[in-house]
Every structure is written in C-alpha cells, then in structure tokens.
C-alpha cells in the first residue's frame, strides 16, 4: 500500500512506475479501492493516514498504473506474467467490485470493467492460442459463388408512337390555319391517311 501513498503525494511519479514491475501487495490496493473495510482499517492504522485519503490513493494508483492506456492484459488484471489462473481470477473479481456500478455509476467505470473482462480472456490463452486466434480474425472469408442465371427475354407488345402522332396532328391543324382552303383539302386528305397507316402499322406487326 506505500506505493499508492507515495504515488498520491507524488502524482508525476506515475510515469515513472508504469515502467516498473507490480509490487507483491498490489492485490492490497485493489482490495482498499473496492471497499474492503477490513484491509482497508489494517492500511489506514498503519499508515495513520485517515481512511478516506487511503482509498482515495489506492483507487487513483489502480486508475493511474493498471489502467493506461498501454497497459496489458496482466497489468490490467494486476497479476505478473505467469500468475495462475486463480491469482488472475481473484483479481478480477476485486476489480469488479470496484467497478460494479451499485458503488458508484460512472462512464468511466464501466469502460474499465470492460478492459477487465477482455484482459481476463486474452490472459487465460496461451501464446499459441492468441496467434492462431488473430489469424482467424484477419482471414478473409471467402466469396460464396453464385452461378450466373440468364434472365429470360420479355415479349413486350409494340408501343404506339405517341409523340409522332402528336406533332403529326399538331401539323395538320397549323396547315388548316396558315394555308389556303382548297390546298388544306388535299394536304389534309393525305397526312390523314399517313396518319391512319402510322397506327396501324404497329398493330399489323403486333399480329405477325
């Protein structure tokens, strides 16, 4: 516990001890950080710090050394490489006591328990198991091949040519006003009838 008194008192030392190993009482500060009243008595009346200045520097050490952000899946646990699976899993469990949000609900805590969760998966495999598993991750999962259909050819019925007809219209009635009478007679006779065969010249090939 000396170490997260001093490291209070000396925040800028944090860097500093982020370098160094993890002290053999570090499972004492996770404990005084959850709330543990027990531990948390024995460290204040050795200290003769009060109790609240004591857990306020056991939770700051956990924030500030076992959870930077380069921090690996044993720091995080608080563990050394090699702790055994009971160390780790005893550790995690002070952790999330810590972060349980019935203490006290904060954003913060919950990204943490998160990293707490996935460090104690990444830590329980084994070299091997990690690398074999980031390689999973990176495969490509292959393209599902999908056999080329040809679509059948629609039969549509021939369409009327509606813009034609109408500027065809359109041609008589500007014939009927601008030229004279007995001109308009026979013109008009002879767009009529190439009228007539314009619609029905589709439905002859409709029928073929």
């Known amino acids: 516990m ?36 027990e531990t948390l008595d024995e460290a204040a009346r050795r200290s003769g710090k ?18 930077f952000p380069a921090a690996d899946s044993h720091r995080i646990l608080g563990v050394r490489p090699g702790a055994s699976r009971a160390d780790m899993r005893k550790h995690m469990r002070w952790l999330m006591i810590w972060l349980h949000p019935d203490h006290a609900h904060a954003e913060w805590k919950t990204v943490f328990a998160r990293r707490v969760l996935a460090a104690w998966r990444d830590a329980q495999e084994s070299p091997d198991q990690r690398k074999t598993q980031d390689s999973a991750r990176r495969a490509v999962t292959p393209m599902r091949h999908i056999p080329w259909v040809p679509r059948p050819i ?47 010249a589709p439905k002859s090939g409709a029928g073929s």
């Open 2 to 37: 000396q170490c997260a008194l001093d490291l209070a008192s000396i925040p800028p030392m944090a860097a500093r001890a982020r370098e160094l190993p993890l002290p053999d009482d570090v499972l004492e500060v996770i404990r005084i950080a959850a709330g543990c009243e």
């Open 50 to 67: 009060d109790k609240s200045y004591v857990k306020a520097a056991a939770e700051f050490y956990v924030q500030q050394i076992l959870f």
């Open 154 to 200: 629609e039969r549509r019925p021939p369409r009327l040519l509606m813009p034609s007809l109408f500027l065809i219209a359109v041609a008589i009635i500007v014939i009927a006003i601008l030229v004279p009478s007995s001109f308009v007679e026979a013109e008009t006779s002879w767009l009529a009838t190439l009228l007539l065969r314009a619609v029905e």
